[in-house]
């Protein structure tokens, strides 16, 4: 059975990301409508897919002959889109950055639950397939995280989608929520504790260009005793420095393990040691994790007892890294509820 959607906002990743996974489902999906704000985009989008252009989200999400609504772009709208599809009754599928404050994704969660659609956010970094073959290998031969680091380093200009709706101190909370959720994925709990730094330059306008959150995952009775997560994302080397961009770049995640640690770079490559030496896996034939993604979100819609959703762990998320920032700016360390 073929589900019938709508695709709201193309987004930067829609030619080299979405569309090929659209493409490659055809035999699961059936493009029916499209909306962009950029008219020609949409135009060329229909045509590709059969579809037929429409002005605006709420026509969109309306629509008789639309079950499920696929947001790649959701950033000239907001949380609008979402709330409309749970208006609707339509499924919804969160392909793009959800750069939502943490008081629109508590009405968001609430609306969704109320409503009772299925709702799926495209976290790539949990469903990479260099992620899901550490989770394999923790549970089957190098035992229990003890501490993760996590870092990311993105440019100060030129960052992907600024032109589409985001800004790039937009992007720059994106990624760090992702990093987050990766992290909480890897350790299969939430964390008990949180604290934050942060680092603002006045050449870059007073905005963040760094930020460091070590998440304590120990009972609540014995801080300090469990597994670490740290993670920090930067933006401090200008775009126009191509190559100190690219100089001894760090493994995207380190894990140290009961028994051996592993090294991670998305989507597909990890290397691992153990008492028998050196390991190395690359998973460059898994299919594409969007694609996975979007299986996984007919399999969802098509189950009429399903009701997933991933808004517990998008909150989840944008709640910790709230928290590291109040807790840097009173000197503390904030336990999580």
Known sequence: MRTRVGVLGLGSDWEHRHAPALRALADRFE??????????????????????????????????DVDAVLLFSPGWFGPLPLLAACAAGKAAYCGSDLCFQLEEASIIRRRVEASGIVFMAELHRRHAPSTLRLKELIATGLG???????????????LPGGARGFTPQDRFKRELLDLVDWCCYIMGRRPTWV???????????????????????????RPGTGPVAQISSGRYIPERWQEAASYRPMAELQVSCESGIAFVDLPSTVVWFDEAGRHLETLDSERPVGERQLSEFHRAVTNQACTKSDLDDVYTALLIVHEAARGFREGRRIELS
């Open 195 to 221: 604290s934050g730094v942060v680092h603002r330059r006045q050449a870059n306008q007073g905005q963040e260009d760094y930020e460091m959150l070590s998440l304590d995952f120990s009972d609540r009775e």
């Open 144 to 158: 229990s995280p003890q501490l993760l680091f996590c870092h990311h380093r993105m440019q100060t200009n030129g």
């Open 31 to 64: 493009v029916r409508a499209v909306c962009d704000p950029v008219g020609h985009l949409a135009r060329e989008a229909a045509r590709e897919f059969g579809a037929v252009v429409v002005d605006g989200y709420h026509s969109l999400c309306s629509r008789e």
